[in-house]
């Protein structure tokens, strides 16, 4: 019986055939903590009565969540994990380098065929490099930091077939706020999601890792990518390490397929409280917002702050609207200035803050008002989820959330691109 | 392991962020402060209705969102002993067993707010005492009942030095 990918990268690293369901106790080439979680791995670690790292090599500790500190409390745990940091003397990405979720690939830590986990649920994104990732909590980090190892249930996966090619002003953000609407929060629970098909083959990598960092939101465990010549020139132009490619079989099982044609797929938007209560722009536009967003871990990449300048290139923003970019890394943000994205965002009125997580979660950096509308490229919009439990979230894509600051309303990107 | 308390329901895909808002997560480590904001932005008044020993009832994918293990050190610090759902996200499953809190999937929907359980996780069953029903429950996977009798994995990582479900 054929195998999947899930199963044949989680066999790897332990050393014997798996199947979906089989508890494994895995070894892993990979281990990510960020400042919402590490402090309290940093804990247990301790209590666990941890020494070294198991690899100083394969572990990465970042702080984006709150970068830099607002707060004094905050401001102390980033110490913690500095002083953890040097101790330990594992990879630190301290204030401004970036969200996690870019930096692990960006520099060079993820490869096709590994097996990482991240105390953070959206480890899920480097599924799209072919890799198995997911998130799990600070226990499981602190264990995983000890032991290099940790154990896991060989997910079952459901195949998503994706037909055809998205047309214009439809971009990878709206094809998955599509799929999670259809399947549901819990559509794919437990399972790792497998995205196939032209559609997926025909997205850049930066679009791929859209899609599968958003695969937690239908509950899934992982979001893969089978490896093609995209994946490995990325991958080889980030990474020294050697790139171990790994396709499921013909004959592999899947708990679930569906297949999609996605050549008449309007925009999508997530509309308030939850991810997957997605609807086709027509059903929100002229929607007012008062504030709009471009980053996080989902969408702050350079094709996504080039979207959104060819939209904003010789315009303004309502002056209704705050706009706010956060690009996702350091290094994205100095070729937005070379290339002069940054400069036209800042003149259309952006706002941008430093290279992290920007105002998704809450933190900092734009807290929204009572009854507020707000329109951010994340990959969250549940209630409290930017700060304030009375505001309402709206999830799109770059395109659509530039058009709707332009139109101080939701707006169709569509008609805005030239 | 018994457990007996009275219910606190709640419906279904309760997230992270209502368990515990990112507001707050982000501050402190001190837990017993955190489990005063445990479900604040669904009840506001639940940390103060909560007694020692009482379950939070749910419905389908409790706990989905994000990785956040302060999310159940909330609920168990806020003294709620067990948490029974139709079904829960992966992410908060594998951190509450770590954290040492047990979970329990049954059918939630003849489980009322106010009533009596027992919690019998050896037996596997709950008896509501309120309505003199016995609900068969969906037994744990070995792994998760060796870390649970452990006490939480920092437990089993102190006592083994790693994994150790030989």
Redesign the interface.
Known sequence: MGKTIAEKILGAHCQQAVSANDIVVADLDYVMGQDGTSPLAIQAFREMKGQKVFDPRRVAMIIDHSAPSPLEGVSALHALMRDFAREQGFNFYDIGEGVCHQLMPEKGNVVCGDLVVGADSHTCSYGALNAFSTGVGSTDLAAAMISGKLWFKVPESFKFVLNGQLPAGVYAKDLILYLIGQVTADGATYMAAEYVGEAVRALSVEGRLTMSNMAIEMGAKAGLMEADEKTLAWVQQHSQREPRPVTSDPDAVYARVEEYEVSNLPPQVAKPHTVDNVAPITEVAGTPIQQAVIGTCTNGRLEDLRIAAQILQDRKINPQVRFIVAPASRRIMLEAIKEGVLQTLIEAGAAVVTPGCGPCVGTHNGVPSDGENVIPTANRNFKGRMGNNKAFIYLASPATVAASALAGEIADPREFIR | MKFNGRVHKFGN?V?T??II???Y?????DMKELAKHVME?LDPDFYNKVQSGDFIVAG??FG???????A??AVLYAGVSVVIAK?F???FY??AI??GLPLVECDTDRIEPGDELEVDLAQGVINNLTRGEVLPIKPL???MIKILQDG???EH??KY???N?G
């Not at chain 2, 997560?25 to 480590?29: A, E, Y």
């Not at chain 2, 989905?64 to 302060?70: A, I, K, L, V």
Request: hydrophobic share 25%; glycine share 12%; proline share 5%.
């Open positions: 895909d997230n962020d209502y808002s990112g507001r997560k982000f501050k402190t480590l932005d389908t994918n989905c969102g994000s990785s956040r293990e302060q159940p050190w079904s996200a992966r992410l594998r951190n770590n954290c996977p070995g792994v939480g994995l920092a990582f102190q030095g790693t994994f479900f």
